[in-house]
């Protein structure tokens, strides 16, 4: 079975937010709220400091906090890949897991339910990659199967340095940043 990550390059991404603008069409995503969006941060001590620029997202974390919290058990991995997904039907928006999320990766839905990243899995299931992926202009975010040895994910985490956010956590992310 496959377990699906994302590694975005740091050094390609442009911040261009044309993965943002993706995925609000593809999920038709509510004004005024994202799934994913950019940071830039300054990493370093002058006068060598590093711009990192960033698409954040849900981690799709293997020890998801907002698995855990939710009370219905709408928040759940799901068969495919081990994704994190929101069974909208079941979710009471209460916001257990918008509170347990480290990353800030949820948020309530209009329509009342919690509402975040897919990876698009409506796509991925028809075997194209996430909107955000498919429409990067400089090629930096790869989508795959971490525990493919031949994936080009995992090729680019055997020989990259990279990082993901907050490993403190110990949510055990599957988005990686490759520096």
């Given at each position: ?5 994302m ?7 442009v911040g261009?937010?044309?993965c ?16 994913d ?5 300054a990493l370093g001590?002058?006068p060598n400091?590093n ?10 974390c293997?020890?998801?906090p907002c698995?855990?919290?939710?009370p219905?058990?709408a ?10 997904l929101i069974e909208?039907n079941?979710c009471?928006?209460c916001?257990?897991c ?5 990353y ?11 509402d ?5 899995i409506?796509r991925v299931?028809e ?5 955000c992926?498919?429409v ?7 989508f ?22 907050k ?8 988005i990686?940043?490759?520096?």
């Amino acid at each position: 079975m496959a377990r699906f990550g994302m590694a975005i390059d740091t050094k390609l991404c442009v911040g261009c937010m044309d993965c943002v603008v993706a995925c609000k069409t593809e999920n038709n995503v509510p004004e005024g709220y994202n799934r994913d969006w950019i940071t830039e941060e300054a990493l370093g001590k002058f006068p060598n400091i590093n711009l990192e620029i960033r698409s954040e997202r849900c981690n799709h974390c293997e020890d998801a906090p907002c698995v855990s919290s939710c009370p219905t058990g709408a928040s759940h991995y799901h068969d495919v890949g081990g994704v994190v997904l929101i069974e909208h039907n079941e979710c009471i928006g209460c916001k257990a897991c918008v509170a347990s999320c480290p990353y800030d990766a949820r948020f309530i839905h209009p329509d009342g339910y919690a509402d975040k990243c897919t990876f698009c899995i409506h796509r991925v299931e028809e075997g194209k990659d996430p909107a955000c992926v498919s429409v990067c202009p400089t090629n930096c975010m790869i989508f795959g199967d971490l525990d493919d040895p031949n994936s080009e994910i995992s090729k680019q985490l055997n020989s990259r340095k990279h990082h993901s956010l907050k490993p403190e956590a110990g949510t055990n992310p599957k988005i990686f940043y490759l520096t």
